[in-house]
């Protein structure tokens, strides 16, 4: 066993955890902020009153369910892989479909088109943050021995 692959192995882990944490973090701040004050963000969906507020709230709750792949893979990035995995096509449908949904609608809904495209960049960033994750736990490059090399 080489102490420095296992050093580096452990140093890549930590640095998957940070990304993982950082796009956790701020889908948890979102929701978070759905739920305790929804009317504050309803009418950037042109929606209003009680129905608005339940709407956005609803969306908060979403957002908590959503968090649980990213909770299992910031606890281990390698152990659970697959939650990893499944967090970076949540994001990629997130970002998928909020680029079709802004694709249908007409010019004159701006304010809910900002919205949208809020979204976009959000879990644009999101998905970088969570494939450089991956991949810092799961490439490695080839290690070779003195004498030895790729052919």
């Known amino acids: 066993m080489n102490p420095t692959l296992d050093s580096t192995a452990i140093t890549r882990q930590w640095i998957a955890r940070g990304l993982i944490a950082v796009v956790l973090a701020l889908n948890l701040q979102a929701a978070v902020s759905y739920l305790i004050d929804p009317q504050s963000f309803s009418a950037s969906f042109e929606l209003s009153g009680v129905p608005g507020a339940a709407a956005v709230a609803g969306v908060g709750i979403l957002y908590l369910m959503w968090q649980v792949p990213y909770i299992f893979a910031l606890t281990n990035p390698v152990k659970y892989k697959i939650s990893l995995i499944e ?8 970002l998928l479909g909020e680029s079709w949904l ?3 609608l007409d010019p004159s809904h701006a304010l ?7 979204y976009i960049i959000f ?3 999101g ?3 969570l494939v450089c994750a991956y991949c810092a736990v799961h490439y490695r490059r080839p290690q070779f021995k003195k004498g030895e090399h790729d052919v």
């Open 123 to 125: 879990d644009a960033g």
């Open 102 to 104: 802004l694709s249908t």
């Open 87 to 94: 967090a970076i096509f949540m994001q990629t449908i997130g």
């Open 127 to 129: 998905l970088v943050l």
């Open 112 to 118: 809910l088109r900002s919205s949208i495209e809020r």
